[in-house]
């Protein structure tokens, strides 16, 4: 077998493992939390009696190994249970939610990540110059600051001073592509400005540092712009520790935008999770938590699978 | 008379250092350098490390290397000082009129790129060729340099190609865009003995046929005697002489020049072998996770008190056997004996008497030594641990090895950055003989330091050896150290014995192939050494 298909197979095969601990954890943090789901539909004010009866009806009382694999076989066979408060199947209000959640990170992401690569290119162009101490001035002070902080900043200038955007990010499945992004352009800033300092100043770093190597000095000795020198033969060479930091800032894309979500009254994930947070909803905070680990690993093992399809050494074996 | 390709006019170049605990202030590295190259001639530069010819090699290209500076002077190519043109002009002479071969290619060429994309991207980029023409004469090139499969060697990658391999496609990047001056830095000094020759060969052979003029730097007087039309020798970024190539090997004026003709004035009696000290017997070992064995029933013995020099190229497992030796790598077959008794195969279960016997003393003494410690507490450390040595007892041990290095008074409160190349091995030394060893593995310690600093280190161990009659299984690529310092010689090759007796045995005709082509290998400082060897030569180097 080639050698990539067995370190990518490896990766998956590692992938699912981390998957399921993952769900155990999520499962038993769940139980440790004080009160169940019966306790939680009832109220503070019901009686003793009610609640066995109920927890008998739920299957509550049985063993928590014996739910945790009834629960799981539901998740792996698509069948994510149904909602204690509105008793609506998570399934479809979390495929809903999902693809919200995923065309305002896809949109954050378009913008962010070529723009932080580019800034990250320039700033090393530029080394310890205006245009590098300004790049790292601003995207250090747009990470600095809280992003709800960043978030009211924008309403008040852009939605309340101006109204070039609106402040409530409403999106509906009729309306035409060019309203939905208007609609959501506050938000989609608001998340490229939180996730564009790390990802710059990781590619600085990674190209600083091949920077070093003994080819930059080959490249320079052939006349070569310092530009070209650049994106030609320190970027390749580079790759693999800026795809680790970007996956990384995609995975906070869709699992960290709960405070955006929520200040802009965007109906994604986030907005869903603190809503079923707030009404103790347990099956939902399950299929959320449960929804988030899949991205951040699935991304993480993309970021894998890139860094060895990166290297030379492995791609053509000797 | 023809007008130079370069002048260089009164170069001085100086950099910014930065001394731990001190400001940064500028120095000069190189005060004041003349020299020409004429069109289709080579000028060896030679000196050891720090005589600054690599500096003005790269100043040809108006390049500073990290913070080097060009200060003043003026450098002048085909007639125009590069030092005073703007940095445009000086990218259009870089990969078109002056190119640059690196010491290694290895680390030179990009290893995300294949090799024909990065041997052409000069050519190309400077509009010299098109991108057909200049893949075609790559291939040519390829080709006039003794490269395997010159159609398909540039879809390769460089880490699938071999060390000499890469050194010779450095070569052909370097003369792709048809320049007018190569600049060669060491460009054989990382490869093994049998390689160099070859690769030097092709390098001489190419500069012939294109007719490119050339500076070839080189701290091996006896490399740069077979390539280059006149030599000039450095020193503390001085010029210290320079002449024809003949002049300076027949003939050399300055005291300098002469000490580096006659480098390894070292000689040794050769002493006969004795009950050994160290038995080695049917060897076999190999790494784990591999499927080969590196050492095939190796048997050698040393003799208490003398020196058996192991001599190989790298990958022959040279260093594998220290490592069985020293117990760090366990043998899957055989049996050491060391002083009569049988050693167990892994380090961790050995006596401390067995540990403090055996020592070793390492290739690269900057890394053998913990940056945070003063020379004191490195060479006390033995002490304490082997003999319980305290105090002024302690203090007055210390100053005697280290009187015995010849370093003297004023050194134990020093850090190892603040001791040359040649002093931090003496100290490595003192730091192996604080243990009173009987046996003394050195695995080429040597290897990384100039040539007259080298031949103190082997005097001071041979005067050493005498004192403290201490047994040394010596580790070397270096033939000429081999015949300076040995008792016995073991020539390894792929993980075998070749060869095997006292010194006199094993360097007395009639040799095996390979030995022949060791021994051949070695440059000579003799002009046309090169070509005699290439003619008689009766098998082909390894590593080519």
């Not at chain 1, 509105?86 to 809903?96: D, H, M, S, V």
């Not at chain 1, 990384?248 to 709960?258: D, Q, R, S, T, W």
């Amino acid at each position: 077998m080639h050698p990539i298909l067995k370190l990518v197979a490896e990766r998956l095969a590692l992938g699912v493992l981390l998957l399921f601990a993952a769900s155990a954890l999520i499962f038993g943090l769940t139980e440790i939390l004080p009160g169940d789901a019966a306790q939680a539909i009832l109220g503070q004010s019901a009686t003793p009696e009610s609640l066995a009866n109920l927890r008998e009806e739920m299957g509550l009382n049985r063993p928590a190994l014996t739910r945790y694999f009834e629960w799981l076989g539901g998740i792996v066979t698509g069948d994510m249970g149904v909602a204690l408060t509105n008793k609506l199947p998570i399934g479809e209000q979390i495929a809903r939610r999902m693809s919200s959640t995923l065309f305002l990170a896809f949109w954050a992401a378009i913008i962010s990540v070529p723009l932080a690569i580019l800034l990250g290119l320039i700033a090393v162009r530029y080394q310890n110059r205006w245009p590098d101490k300004l790049i790292s001035g601003i995207t250090l002070a747009s990470i600095s600051l809280p992003e709800f902080m960043i978030a009211y900043i924008l309403v008040f200038f852009f939605a309340v001073k101006l109204f070039w955007a609106p402040s409530f990010a409403s999106i509906s499945p009729g309306m035409p592509l060019l309203e939905q992004l208007h609609a959501i352009s506050l938000p989609v800033a608001v998340l490229t400005m939180v996730v564009l300092a790390h990802m710059m100043r990781m590619t600085r770093a990674a190209i600083l540092n091949v920077m070093q190597s003994a080819y930059i000095e080959t490249a320079e000795l052939k006349g070569l712009t310092t530009f070209k020198v650049i994106y030609r033969h320190a970027f390749p060479n580079a790759i693999a520790p800026i795809v680790n930091v970007v996956m990384i800032n995609l995975a906070y894309l869709v699992v960290g935008v709960v405070v955006v979500e929520v200040v802009f009254a965007y109906p994604g994930m986030g907005q869903y999770l603190v809503d079923a947070v707030v009404k103790r909803d347990v099956p939902v905070v399950l299929a959320c938590g449960v929804i988030f680990a899949a991205v951040y690993i699935i991304l993480n093992i993309v970021a894998d699978v890139v860094s060895i399809l990166a290297n030379p050494r492995l791609r053509h074996p000797k | 008379m023809t007008t130079p390709l370069l002048k260089v006019r009164g170069l001085k170049i100086g950099a910014t250092v930065y001394p731990p605990g001190e400001k940064p202030h500028d120095i000069e590295i190189v005060h004041g350098v003349d020299f020409d190259v004429e069109p289709g001639k080579v000028l060896g530069l030679i000196g050891e490390s720090g005589a600054g010819k690599s500096t003005i090699g790269l100043a040809s290209m108006a390049y500073g290397r990290g913070g080097v500076k060009l200060t003043a002077g003026s450098v002048e190519v085909n007639g125009r000082d590069v030092l005073q043109a703007p940095l445009r002009d000086i990218r259009k002479l870089r990969g078109a009129e002056v190119t640059y071969v690196s010491q290694s290619a290895a680390a030179s060429f990009n290893p995300a790129k294949q090799i024909m994309e990065q041997v052409i991207e000069a050519a190309v980029g400077q509009g010299k060729f098109s991108k057909s023409e200049a893949q075609k004469r790559a291939v040519e090139l390829f080709t006039k340099l003794g490269l395997p499969n010159p159609d398909t060697i540039g879809n390769r990658y460089p880490h699938q190609v071999s060390g000499g391999q890469l050194q010779r496609c450095m070569t052909a990047l370097a003369l792709c865009p048809e320049p007018d001056l190569v600049v060669f830095d060491e460009p054989t000094t990382a490869l093994d003995v049998t390689t160099q020759i070859d690769v030097l060969k092709a390098i001489k052979d190419a500069i012939r046929d294109t007719g490119v003029a050339a500076l070839y730097i080189t701290h091996d007087l006896a490399v740069v005697a077979q390539v280059s039309d006149h030599i000039m020798v450095l020193r503390y970024g001085e010029k210290v002489e320079y002449g024809t190539t003949d002049q300076i090997i027949n003939a050399p004026q300055e005291a300098y020049t002469k000490a580096l003709v006659s480098v390894r004035s070292i000689t040794h009696e050769e002493k006969q072998p004795t009950e050994p000290v160290l038995r080695v017997e049917n060897i076999t070992a190999r790494y784990k996770g591999t499927n080969f064995n590196v050492l095939h029933d190796v048997s050698v013995d040393i003799s208490p008190g003398q020196t058996l020099a192991v001599v190989g190229e790298s990958g022959s497992g040279k260093s594998t056997l220290a490592r069985v030796i020293t117990g760090l790598l366990p043998p899957s077959a055989g049996k050491i004996t060391f002083a009569g008794r049988t050693l167990t195969p892994d380090q961790p279960s050995r006596s401390m008497e067995d540990l403090r016997e055996l020592q070793m003393i390492y290739q690269m003494a900057d890394t053998a030594m913990n940056p945070r410690q003063t020379v004191g507490t490195i060479i006390g450390r033995p002490l304490e641990f082997y003999f319980g040595l305290k105090g002024a007892e302690k203090q007055k041990r210390i100053q005697e090895l280290l009187d015995e290095i010849e370093l003297g008074q004023g050194f134990q409160d020093r850090y190892p950055a603040e001791l040359s190349g040649g002093q931090k091995q003496r100290v490595c030394i003192a730091r192996a003989l604080a243990a009173k060893p009987t046996l003394i593995i050195c695995d080429e310690v040597t290897s990384a330091l100039d040539p007259l600093v080298a031949d103190g280190i082997l005097k001071l161990l041979l005067n050493l050896q005498k004192i403290e009659d201490v047994a040394y299984l010596f580790i070397t690529h270096d033939l000429a150290t081999v015949k300076a310092i040995s008792d016995s010689i073991a020539v390894m090759y792929q993980g075998k014995v070749q060869r095997y007796g006292t010194k006199s045995e094993v360097l007395t005709p009639p040799y095996d192939d390979y030995t022949d082509l060791l021994l051949s290998s070695v440059p000579e400082m003799k002009l046309g050494w090169l070509e005699d060897v290439i003619a008689n030569r009766k098998m082909e180097s390894a590593g080519n």
